[in-house]
């Protein structure tokens, strides 16, 4: 089992700046590629960005150029550093992390962002 906590979310104005956090813990060896997602009510969660444990990464294009996805692999903490937020960035966010040989999927509880002047 994998357990993952999210913080950081917020309200920030447009063009501000948010950095999320996401804290694993448990059999965080077992997992191979952590990720951010988005979700808006009635909509389905949305992929921001992913990163892999060899540190590969990739970026939905409404947030390349803005949005960075890092790991501290020592602290087990990912983070999703968000600059020049624009209102429709508005979701939840959810810390996802996949267990590498058997893909088992684990969610933290998500965090709200809020860009709004």
């Known amino acids: 089992q994998v357990q993952l906590v999210e913080s950081g979310g917020g309200l920030v104005q447009p063009g501000g700046s948010l950095r999320l956090s996401c804290v694993a813990s448990g059999n965080t060896f077992s997992i191979g590629s952590y990720a951010w997602y988005y979700q808006i009510p009635g909509k389905e969660r949305e992929l921001v960005a992913k990163?892999?444990?060899?540190?590969?990464?990739n970026y939905a294009d409404s947030v390349k150029g803005r949005f960075s996805i890092s790991r501290d692999e020592k602290n087990n903490t990912l983070y999703l550093q968000m600059n020049d937020l624009k209102p429709e960035d508005t979701a939840v966010y959810y810390c996802?992390?996949?267990?590498?040989?058997?893909?088992?999927?684990?969610w933290g509880q998500g965090t709200q962002v809020t860009v709004s002047s």
């Open positions: 996802y992390a996949q267990q590498a040989w058997t893909r088992l999927p684990y």
């Open positions: 990163i892999t444990t060899s540190g590969t990464t």
